[in-house]
């Protein structure tokens, strides 16, 4: 099947094919209006997905070499998100599903994250614990097969992304967060400060990463001029806590579920250190691993496209009533 992919449901305006797993085309407009805000303004965001989104699909079927007539379903985000940004998607895929006479499938943000992983690994060895963590979730699933999921924990109050992306804002970085303080810490020593490592001893597989941000405000309270004196040495600090802890708490997972194999998805992933932390405790404990390529960590929409052709092969069509969902729950999924 060739499904086109279409995902707004932040900040990015994404189209993408795929046929038959494989990645056709893929294009991702990101929004650089946002940085020197320090963070997303809904109102722009929406504003600009209208803008980006005709010529971002056109140039996703250029790149695969196809005309709309060759496409045989569509399958956009459907929640959660912003929703002036997903309602943009949403009704550009239902109006392009009515002219043309496609199926369109919703498909969960989160589920699509997921489906990064299996595009490039579909024989990725099942059981499998999956952690997605991105800038609204921290999740550690449990996958025992393609379209199944049972959520084994979940982040209390801030997500890691959103850890990254205060803490940056703290220290003066730019936005998004996680990038800049993973170059901010390169050359910096991570012991030489000692954040907490929420929950990591917790006998659950939950996560709380508010009590981190407070920690970094109340140090830069104390010691202002260490945002730029130990710029590298406190931005190596605070991103050890959150990849260790990550970390720490999916090999756990891994451990107790007894999975085959271990796989990341979601902006957070693309994190070097969170990836390295993690390889080192997947290969002495023998499981496989799976950490997508950097383009399919961020938002995209050939994960939105892949697991709509996984629906869309067994039969899945939403139909055109359906709505946008700002809070779609991770259930509309995680169901196994
Ligand atoms: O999955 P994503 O693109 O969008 C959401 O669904 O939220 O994730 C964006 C998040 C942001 O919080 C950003 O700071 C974080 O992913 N991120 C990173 C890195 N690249 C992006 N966090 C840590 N290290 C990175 N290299
Ligand atoms: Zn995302």
Request: one cysteine or more.
């Given at each position: 099947m060739k499904i086109l992919g279409i995902e707004t449901s932040c900040d990015e305006t994404a189209a993408a094919v795929v046929k038959s797993g494989r990645i056709l085309s893929s294009v991702v407009a990101?929004?650089?209006l946002h940085w020197k805000y320090g963070g997303i303004v809904p109102e722009l965001a929406a504003r600009e997905q209208l803008k980006a989104i005709r010529p971002v699909v056109k140039e996703a079927l250029a790149e695969a070499e196809l005309e709309m007539s060759a496409i045989d379903g569509?399958?956009?985000t459907s929640g959660p998100g912003l929703v002036g940004s997903l309602a943009v998607g949403v009704a550009f895929a239902k109006s392009l599903a009515l002219t043309q006479g496609k199926p369109l499938v919703g498909i969960n943000h989160l589920e699509g994250h997921l489906f990064s992983?299996?595009?490039?690994?579909p024989d990725l060895p099942l059981p499998a614990v999956v952690l997605i963590a991105s800038g609204g979730h921290t999740v550690l699933l449990s996958v025992p097969k393609k379209g199944k999921a049972r959520v084994l924990g979940q982040t209390l109050d801030d997500?890691?992304?959103?850890?990254?992306?205060?803490?940056?804002?703290?220290l003066g970085l730019l936005y998004p967060g996680g990038p800049s303080i993973q170059k901010a810490a390169e050359g910096g020593n991570p012991a030489a400060f000692d954040f907490p490592r929420p929950m990591l001893k917790a006998e659950n597989f939950d996560f709380s990463f508010a009590g981190?941000?407070?920690?970094?405000?109340?140090?830069?309270q104390k010691y202002p001029?260490?945002?730029?004196?130990?710029?590298p040495d406190l931005a190596a600090a605070y991103q050890e806590a959150i990849a260790e802890t990550l970390a720490g708490k999916t090999g756990w997972a891994a451990e107790a579920v007894g999975a085959k194999?271990?796989?990341l998805a979601g902006g957070v992933a693309a994190n070097r250190r969170l990836r390295e932390l993690l390889g080192l405790q997947v290969k002495k404990s023998g499981r496989d691993a799976h950490f997508p390529a950097f383009q399919?960590?961020?938002d995209n929409a050939a994960m939105i496209a892949g697991a709509g052709e996984f629906h869309l092969q067994r039969g899945a069509v939403s139909d055109l009533e359906f709505e946008a969902s700002p809070n779609l729950p991770l259930s509309s999924f995680a169901a196994a």
């Open positions: 990101s929004q650089a569509i399958a956009v992983i299996f595009i490039e690994r997500a890691a992304g959103e850890a990254f992306d205060k803490g940056a804002r703290l981190l941000k407070t920690a970094l405000a109340v140090f830069l001029e260490a945002a730029q004196k130990r710029l194999s271990v796989a399919y960590c961020t």
